[in-house]
C-alpha cells in the first residue's frame, strides 16, 4: 500500500510540474502578444505596418491550431471518460458477486460449525 501511495505522489507531482509549466508558457505567449503594439499600426512606418500584419497572420493561425489541437484533444478526453464510466457501470455486477460471495464466506465461517 506504501508503494502504491508513493507511486501516486509521485505521478501527482509530475503532472502538476508539467501542468505548471504549461501554464507558464501560456502566461509568457500572452505576455509577449499583449506586448506588440497592435494599436498604434497608423503610426507606425509601412514597412513595420507590413511587418505586424504579418506577425498577426503568423500569430492568428498558430492560435488557430493550437486551438483545434484542443478541441481535437478535449473530444478525445470526453470519448475515454464516456467509455470509462461504461467500464465502471460493466464492473458492477461482477464487484457486487464478489462482495456477496465474500460476505457469505465469511459469514459461513464465522457462523456455521460442522
Do not use: C, H
Not at 47 to 69: D, P
Not at 71 to 98: M, R, W
Amino acid at each position: 500500500m506504501q508503494f502504491l501511495d508513493q507511486l501516486l505522489n509521485f505521478l501527482r507531482s509530475g503532472l502538476q510540474f508539467i501542468f505548471r509549466f504549461v501554464e507558464s508558457i501560456w502566461r509568457w505567449t500572452i505576455q509577449q502578444i499583449s506586448s506588440v503594439p497592435w494599436s498604434s499600426l497608423s503610426e507606425l512606418d509601412l514597412w513595420k505596418q507590413l511587418l505586424l500584419v504579418i506577425v498577426a497572420g503568423a500569430v492568428i493561425y498558430l492560435l488557430y491550431r493550437a486551438a483545434r489541437e484542443l478541441a481535437e484533444a478535449g473530444e478525445k478526453v470526453l470519448s475515454a471518460f464516456a467509455a470509462l464510466l461504461t467500464v465502471f457501470v460493466k464492473t458492477l455486477p461482477p464487484i457486487l458477486i464478489a462482495g456477496l460471495v465474500a460476505a457469505g464466506g465469511a459469514w459461513v465461517v464465522n457462523n456455521v460449525s460442522f
